[in-house]
Structure formats: structure tokens, C-alpha cells
């Protein structure tokens, strides 16, 4: 059995293969937004910190997205294909600031790969 620790690791290192390829990890920007916030609640339970479940959605909220759904309101248009790779984008830099806030990973871990 895993040790609470390497479980925060393993969701930690799952978040950096998201960074780098968002769209291999969901099959919308939606769906993305909503890994995320599952594994915040996660990591939550793991260290039995309520206050960590909503972590991510009080930052988003400081940046000034509505409840949820920064897919929606990442300013990129909801049209064509091209703008949905660009909401993945959008969320996987929003992510990695995010952890790089809380310490999770280093500054210039897990930047987002643009050639998608």
C-alpha cells in the first residue's frame, strides 16, 4: 500500500504530464478543469485539509475567473478547434502557477508544451 506521501507525489507528477499535454489527459477543456478540481479533493482527503480542496478554486477565483469553469472564461472565444487547444493551454499555465504558488513544484517545472 502507498504511503500518503507518495500519493500526493504520484497526483503531483500526474499534474506535470498534464502541464506538458493537456490534451492527452481530457477529452475537453472542461473535462481538464474538472481532473483538476477531483484531484484537489484528493489530495484534500489525503491530508484530511478541507481548506486544500478548494485551494485551486480560491486562486482561480483571485485571478478573477467565476466559480469553476476557467474553461469558459479563459477570454478565448468558444468557437473553433484551434481556440479549444488554446483553453487547454490557457488552464495547464493557470495549473502550474498554481503549484508553483503552493510549493508543489519548482518555478520553471512543468511548462506547458505550446506545440500542441
Do not use: W
Amino acid at each position: 500500500m502507498k504511503s500518503s506521501a507518495e500519493v500526493l507525489a504520484y497526483i503531483d507528477n500526474y499534474y506535470m504530464c498534464m502541464i506538458q499535454r493537456p490534451t492527452m489527459y481530457a477529452s475537453s477543456p472542461g473535462a481538464f478543469e474538472d481532473i483538476i478540481l477531483v484531484l484537489e479533493r484528493l489530495r484534500g482527503f489525503v491530508l484530511s485539509d478541507a481548506n486544500q480542496e478548494s485551494a485551486f478554486l480560491n486562486y482561480t477565483l483571485d485571478l478573477g475567473f467565476g466559480a469553476r469553469h476557467i474553461s469558459r472564461d479563459a477570454g478565448i472565444p468558444d468557437t473553433a478547434s484551434d481556440d479549444e487547444v488554446l483553453r487547454f493551454q490557457r488552464i495547464a499555465d493557470i495549473l502550474r502557477r498554481f503549484l508553483v504558488s503552493q510549493g508543489r513544484i519548482p518555478a520553471g517545472g512543468g511548462n506547458a508544451d505550446k506545440s500542441q
